[in-house]
């Protein structure tokens, strides 16, 4: 049975697309009276997506959940308690990971939406669902820089460039300061505010209004989430390989004058190869983080700039998929790559069948062995 409202006055605009009563088949249908001012009038040309789709993204965020839960539990438990990995640089993973699993509290709410199809809450629904998102996402993205100025400093500088724990604990407040600009402006509706998007059983910040104020808030936004980590990120990197390349050639020419075929095996370099294995895994973070946010960002974009008849409720959900992933995928980046976290795995829970020789073993191993070469 069809439950049709008739609605009178400026609310009622968006909703004549047939007759002058609200199609139960369009997108929003089913949101009550008092909330319809939340939906924009851009989803409202769309069909009601059917059940069987929001089941799937609850089951799909479900997954999501579990893993990351998992993941970024493991990495805040064991760097957080394990005493060769509890460094000034090492805050910064949990950071991230912290960050991470604040993304993961706006999923319970999704999977109790997709059952309801919609939006539940309201506009208090509405907001807490998007303060996660907002301070977890800019959160990360800043933190994503803050790592990438930390590897840059730390294999650079070896001897005088580390950031020590005070330095760290600094950046770490200045990360969550970052993020929160962007998060409580919308919140409070000092400029900008959240609304649902796609499905309608999310909300993100409004991309879609006409006025000034709302493009100026989207392309401020996306300058201090995305273009300003993105440049630092890029910045410190391009200083990382170039640093790293003249360690390599100096290496070389050294060895080619002492004629013999390699110095990498003192203690000094076998430890700066496990600092470069590291800026590898935070390089394949940063390369996830572009995966994750770009597509979002041009989205948003679309919305505030561009033609809006691409964005129908599927390909908005799918960058927003892309986010949660991510941040479901960076602990187990770490998992794979990094040697000290692999070897507290092996220790701590070898039923993951993680094998990994203790880095520092190694680097004690080969001062040893060069050692009596070298008398």
Not at 133 to 152: C, E, H, K, P, Q
């Amino acid at each position: 049975m069809a439950h049709n409202l008739t609605m009178d006055g400026p609310v009622a605009y968006p909703f004549r697309m047939v007759s002058d009563v609200i199609q139960e088949g369009m997108l929003g249908w089913n949101i009550p009276p008092e909330d319809q001012d939340l939906v924009h009038e851009h989803w409202r040309q769309f069909p009601a997506v059917d059940k069987f789709s929001h089941y799937l993204l609850a089951l799909i965020y479900f997954i999501l959940m579990i893993s990351s839960i998992t993941g970024n539990g493991l990495v805040v438990w064991i760097f957080s308690t394990s005493k060769s990995l509890r460094s000034a640089s090492n805050m910064f993973i949990v950071n991230l990971a912290i960050f991470d699993l604040m993304m993961m509290l706006e999923m319970p709410h999704l999977i109790i939406n997709s059952f309801y199809q919609r939006m539940l809450g309201n506009q208090f629904g509405c907001d807490l669902y998007s303060v996660f998102g907002a301070l977890s996402g800019i959160g990360g993205s800043i933190t994503n820089a803050v790592i990438a100025y930390d590897r840059y400093k730390t294999i650079s500088c070896p001897i005088d460039g580390r950031i020590n724990k005070v330095q760290a604990s600094i950046l770490i407040a200045v990360t969550w300061m970052y993020a929160m600009p962007f998060t409580i402006t919308p919140w409070i509706r000092l400029w900008g505010r959240y609304v649902p998007e796609g499905f309608l059983t999310t909300c993100s910040f409004d991309f879609l209004s006409e006025d000034q104020d709302t493009k100026a808030f989207v392309a401020c936004i996306f300058v201090w989430s995305y273009v300003i980590p993105m440049s630092l990120i890029c910045t410190f990197y391009s200083k990382l390989f170039v640093a790293v390349r003249h360690h390599e050639r100096m290496l070389k020419e050294q060895a080619k004058k002492m004629n013999v075929k390699s110095l990498a095996s003192n203690k000094e370099d076998a430890g700066k190869s496990v600092e470069i294995r590291i800026a590898k895994v935070a390089f394949t973070i940063f390369f996830l983080f572009i995966c994750s946010w770009t597509p979002y960002g041009i989205v948003a974009m679309i919305g505030a700039f561009g033609d809006r008849s691409l964005l129908t409720p599927v390909v908005t959900m799918i960058p927003a998929v892309f986010c949660k992933a991510v941040s479901c995928i960076d602990p187990w980046v770490y998992a794979i790559n990094h040697p000290r976290f692999r070897a507290e795995l092996e220790k701590r829970v070898p039923w993951l069948g993680v094998r990994e020789p203790d880095p520092d073993a190694q680097s004690t191993t080969a001062s040893t062995a060069t050692a009596p070469a070298d008398a």
